[in-house]
Nanobody, 119 residues
Framework: QVQLQESGGGLVQAGGSLRLSCTASGNIFSFNPINNMGWYRQTPGNQRELVAVITRGGSTNYADSVKGRFTISRDNAKNMVWLQMNSLKPEDTAVYFC??????????WGQGTQVTVSS
């Protein structure tokens, strides 16, 4: 059974910081390792959008709206990914989802963690 568990969301004032964590667990990863890990976010009535993604080799890609403020990192051995969010803005308010794409191409998702930034 595959499980992606996010943590670290919450309520913060504009200009503050939060650090999201995600741990991927499941026997499948022993023979189908994770390639890309990423963070997405979604607000009511809108599609889920990419925030940041990191490859197994450490290459990163960010949405333009978060460049210079957010940093994604991962630990391949522990199947963990983090998202350090600094200089948060009210428009960053969303449910943040962790994603893992394994070598076969299949993707797995967490249930999401709420981030609320007050003005």
């Amino acid at each position: 059974q595959v499980q992606l568990q996010e943590s670290g969301g919450g309520l913060v004032q504009a200009g503050g910081s939060l650090r999201l964590s995600c741990t991927a667990s499941g026997n499948i990863f022993s023979f189908n390792p994770i390639n890309n890990m990423g963070w997405y976010r979604q607000t009511p009535g809108n599609q889920r959008e990419l925030v940041a993604v990191i490859t197994r080799g450490g290459s990163t890609n960010y949405a333009d709206s978060v460049k210079g403020r957010f940093t994604i990192s991962r630990d391949n051995a522990k199947n963990m990914v983090w998202l350090q969010m600094n200089s948060l803005k009210p428009e960053d308010t969303a449910v943040y989802f962790c994603s893992s794409v394994v070598r076969s191409g299949r993707d797995y998702w967490g249930q999401g963690t709420q981030v609320t930034v007050s003005s």
